[in-house]
Antibody
């Protein structure tokens, strides 16, 4: 059964740090690009970051550049998001999602498998 | 960045109605558009990729069309299970922006 499961969310003070994890199972994790997407309470979906299958290349939305770092460990079937200098605007449910239904080069992919999400609350 | 704009932001329709949601891109994205359904408290689910290709297992009452900058998601006969929020998403650039969402509720 193909599955993603996030963990590591919680309550953190402004300026603090948190590391999210995403455990993959049921598929060959190292074959897929991966993403983090977040959703603030009552708001829409916001794509956060992307990492290639082997991990050297990452992209970030402007609001998290320089503060968030995405990484992966294919041997452990795990994805990570290190979040530093957190602000109230980072409060959201964070989802990891797999890239699939890609173009012939494997670069342009929709997101076909999502985790259930982990809640991050930034508040004093 | 490529911005995505959906309309309407919400709609209410009866079971059996035909429902259409529009998504416009700020620049051409060819066919690189996906549609997702999100029910309250749940993760999104992909319905359509490459603008018009139906994901396996998704009911055939869902269809997508369009290319370039204008796209539509159509539900041919709305069912009670179709409530939720629908999002379009471009994936031609590595900044995978979503539309703001269209909330569908059943009259």
């Amino acid at each position: 059964h193909v599955q993603l499961m996030e963990s590591g969310g919680g309550l953190v003070k402004p300026g603090g740090s948190l590391r999210l994890s995403c455990a993959a199972s049921g598929f060959t994790f190292g074959d897929y690009y991966m993403n983090w997407i977040r959703q603030a309470p009552g708001k829409g979906l916001e794509w956060v970051s992307f990492i290639t299958a082997t991990g050297p290349t990452t992209y970030y939305t402007d609001s998290v550049k320089g503060r968030f770092t995405m990484s992966r460990d294919n041997a452990q079937n795990s994805l990570y998001l290190q979040m530093n200098s957190l602000t109230a605007e980072d409060t959201a449910v964070y989802y990891c999602a797999r890239g699939n239904y890609c173009d012939s080069r494997g670069y342009l992919c929709a997101f076909d498998v999502w985790g259930e999400g982990t809640m991050v609350t930034v508040s004093s | 960045d490529i911005q995505m704009t959906q309309s309407p932001s919400s709609l209410s329709a009866a079971v059996g109605d035909r429902v259409t949601i529009t998504c416009r891109a700020s620049q051409t994205i060819s066919k690189w558009l996906a549609w997702y359904q999100q029910r309250p408290g749940k993760a999104p689910k992909v319905l359509i990729y490459e603008a018009s290709k139906l994901v396996s297992g998704v009911p055939s009452r869902f269809s997508g069309s369009g290319s370039g900058t204008e796209f539509t998601l159509t539900i041919s006969s709305l069912q009670p299970d179709d409530f939720g929020t629908y999002y379009c998403q471009q994936y031609i650039s590595r900044l995978y922006h979503f539309g703001q969402g269209t909330t569908v509720d059943i009259k």
